[in-house]
């Protein structure tokens, strides 16, 4: 099993709907969730981060955490076509040291106008 | 502020040559890493400092692949000698590491291909 997972995609989304990003990991002591968003031929750049179980909400953002699940969640509302990029997720692993991420495979998302 | 800096942005290089890659952090950022990107591994983490000293280097593929980090505001990755497998993108990233990891921010990358 993958320590961080995520479907790879394709995710296809119209304009203004809601996009939903998925992500599951294994190592039940982690404490530290973070999203990054990478356009093609860019660096990763981190948009969003959860320690707590719940929703956090930031503009048109909302990561939402389930440690029970063992599962986080990105939602992203209102989608444009701009938001058209591979999210990444990654996770601070307690039994990998407190700074180390590890990141899932990424969720190619295209919205379509 | 000036984020993560790293030079050079493209590298192109004979297999066999020696390849050094170099990242700035960001300033009083504590922790600094390296990873490399391709289509097929994704993002792997190859080493990691903190106060300049390294922690983690398990990600480092093999032996021709170094880190170093003399001061608080640079850091070199070292390929010696280089492989056509080596091709990827460098990421430098920085953190101030808090109780559970603070967030990573990422350099532009360097693009590396070894022919």
């Known amino acids: 099993q993958k320590e961080v997972e995520q479907n790879s995609g394709p995710l296809s989304v119209p304009e203004g709907a809601i996009a939903s990003l998925n992500c599951t990991y294994s190592?039940?002591?982690?404490?530290?969730f973070f999203w990054y968003r990478q356009y093609s031929g860019k660096s990763p750049e981190l948009i969003m981060f959860?320690?707590?179980?719940g929703d956090k909400e930031d503009g048109r953002f909302t990561a939402q955490l389930n440690k029970a699940s063992q599962y986080v969640s990105l939602l992203i509302r209102d989608s444009q076509p701009s938001d058209s990029a591979t999210y990444l997720c990654?996770?601070?692993?307690?039994?990998?040291?407190?700074?180390?991420?590890?990141f899932g495979q990424g969720t190619r998302l295209t919205i379509n106008p | 502020d000036a984020g993560v800096i790293q030079s050079p942005r493209h590298e192109v290089t004979e297999m066999g040559q020696e390849v050094t890659l170099r990242c700035k952090p960001i300033?009083?950022?504590?922790?600094l890493f390296w990873y490399r990107q391709t289509m097929m591994r994704g993002l792997e983490l190859l080493i990691y400092?903190?106060?300049?000293?390294?922690i983690d280097d398990s990600g480092m593929p093999e032996d021709r692949f170094s880190a170093k980090m003399p001061n608080a505001s640079f850091s070199t990755l070292k390929i010696q000698p280089s492989e056509p497998r080596d091709s990827a993108v460098y990421f430098c990233?920085?953190?101030?590491?808090?109780?559970w990891g603070g967030g990573q921010f990422f350099g532009p990358g360097t693009r590396l291909t070894v022919l």
């Open positions: 959860i320690y707590s179980n």
């Open positions: 400092f903190n106060n300049n000293v390294p």
């Open positions: 300033s009083g950022h504590n922790s």
């Open positions: 990654a996770v601070v692993g307690a039994i990998q040291g407190a700074q180390k991420l590890v």
């Open positions: 990233a920085s953190s101030l590491a808090g109780r």
């Open positions: 190592d039940r002591g982690s404490q530290s």
